[in-house]
């Protein structure tokens, strides 16, 4: 049985831990804790260690699913989850004050790290329908950056999938 790992990462509240339990054939193995931080985020409790669940594809090939925590003070995390992963899976959230400084900041931290595939999901997008989409293709346009964007509501599987099959896809590709 072939395992592989792919990570999700970005800041807090942009729906790691639900994209993980949405996927995960497994009870979802978390390190949530009180939010402390309330000035960033109003959510009751964030990520402190890490996420983990597990995706079982039909060809008997595991799948470990990585959540880091959004918080930057646990920054030195992120590089000992990503270690061997296939890729990352960048999370934005899309109501954030300023989701573009989100998605500079966590994609210049992830890319630095770890050179894999990088796909990027913007949640929360009706929360802030005011708020174009195009943002952010208009931005990795800008900045040379040829990366898969999708819109995706973590609580359904079949967004969150089409994040990691986007992944497995790109490696297919090189292959």
Known sequence: MQRLKIVFGGPMGAGKTQAIASLSDIPVVSTEALNTDLDAHAKVLTTVGMDYGELA????????????????RFNFIWPILSQGALGVILLIDHSAEDPIDDLERYLASFADMYEGRIVIGVSQIDRRPERPFAIYR????????????FPVDMR????????VESIIAALEHES
Not at 65 to 72: A, I, N, V
Not at 138 to 149: A, S, Y
């Open 57 to 72: 594809l039909d060809d008997g090939t595991s799948i470990g699913l990585y959540g880091t925590p959004g918080q930057e």
């Open 138 to 149: 208009d931005w990795l346009d800008k900045k040379e950056r040829m990366l898969p964007i």
């Open 156 to 163: 359904k599987k079949e967004d969150v999938l089409l994040l």
